[in-house]
Each structure stands twice: as structure tokens, then as C-alpha cells.
């Protein structure tokens, strides 16, 4: 009889649950290694290209009735001392959408609430190609207080950095900038978004700090194939 991989049992579970449990929390393993693995890699990666302009950016306020709503920033001044690395996420509000991505949207919704313990390690910060105010309005909307938001109305850092294709299209896509003897470079993009995959499999390219999948992949039911987030639901 094979050794069980741990000695943790549950109320009721019969042998052939634990059997079949082993063998999914061996394969559970053997993708903790591999996923560790590829940080490694990602961590050992060579800097990319140097930063191709030093993008002016309009920022949101936390405070609606600031003045601040509009102020300009350099994507240069968004690296805060001692902190080297900048990660950006493209959100899918582009001006002649009528709502944001509700997926983009889902998103945001949790970093929001990371967003204080994201800041104590990196540089973050949320762009998008509709004005400032359009931006601004619907953060007020969801609540988001915490997230630095950035206006890109006026700037080429999306299609530069494939967040926007070139006829006007939205990718949700995340790029991460690093800061070398006072230089800045690319490092790195969720690139499997681009990547080929199977028929009707989602790129997966933001689930790393997407938390929705990961949780319903827990469940017997899986994330599913027709379901997706929406921006409001109705009260059961």
C-alpha cells in the first residue's frame, strides 16, 4: 500500500477520496515547483528596452473636490525612493466605450483593497485612455479610493506598451518598468495574452493576481465556460 503524502484526514472521506486526493495534491506540488520555477526565470530575466519617452500622464484624486484631478505626471516621477520596480495595468475604459471592462473592472476591484500592502514593496499604478474625469467618475462609482489612477488621453504609452491596439482597440494587459542607474526600462508585459491557446480557452495572462479564477478553480464546478463578471448584479 502506497504512503499517504501527509497524515491529515477529513470527517466522513472514504479511501478512495484519499487516493485520489494524493494523487491531485501530487500534481498540486509538482505546479508549486513549476510556478515558483518560472518567478525564478522571470526574476533572471535580462532588462528589456530602454523606456521609449518619459510619458505625461493626468492623475486622479482620492478627494473628488481636489484641484489635484488633472495634475500631470511624468511616468518617471511615479517611482517613489528606494522602491525600483513600476507595475502598470492597462484598464479597458477607452472613450468611446460607454462602460469599462467588467472583467478589468472585477480586477480593480480587489487591488483596491491590496493596493496598501502592494505599495509597500512596488511602484503601481492604473491607466487609462479616457479623460481624466471619466476615469475619476467612475472610481467614485466603485469605491476605489486607494488605487492610483492615471489618465493616458493625451500620451502613446498604450499602443507603445500594447495596451491598445492600433484601430483603437483595449488590451487588459500589465507591463512592468525597472529603474537601473537612473534609467528606465521595460521588463516585462503579460505577454500570454498574445500567445497561441486551445479554442475557447481564455489567455489566463492576469489570473496570477486575479483572484475570481483561482478561487472558483477550488470547486467541483470550476470557473466554467459561459460566466463572466458584470458590473452589477441584482440582490437575491
Known sequence: METSLHSIRFPGESNEYRVARDALLQAELDLRKQVEKVAELRREMPVGGLLKEDYVFEQASIDPDSSDTGKKVRLSALFQEGKDSLLIYSFMYSPNMQ????????????????????????????????????????????????????????????????????????????????KREGQIYHTYCTELLFAQRNPGQDPRHVDAFWPLWNLLDLTPEGRGTDWRPALTYDQA
Open 99 to 178: 462602460r469599462p471592462c467588467p472583467s478589468c473592472t472585477s480586477i480593480l476591484d480587489g487591488l483596491n483593497g491590496a493596493m496598501p500592502h502592494v505599495l509597500q514593496r512596488v511602484n503601481f499604478a492604473v491607466v487609462a485612455k479616457s479623460p481624466i474625469q471619466r476615469i475619476q467618475a467612475f472610481a467614485q462609482e466603485r469605491g476605489w479610493q486607494k488605487l492610483p489612477l492615471l489618465s493616458s488621453a493625451h500620451n502613446s504609452f498604450n499602443t507603445d506598451y500594447h495596451g491598445e491596439t492600433a484601430n483603437g482597440g483595449q488590451n487588459p494587459v500589465l507591463n512592468v518598468f525597472v
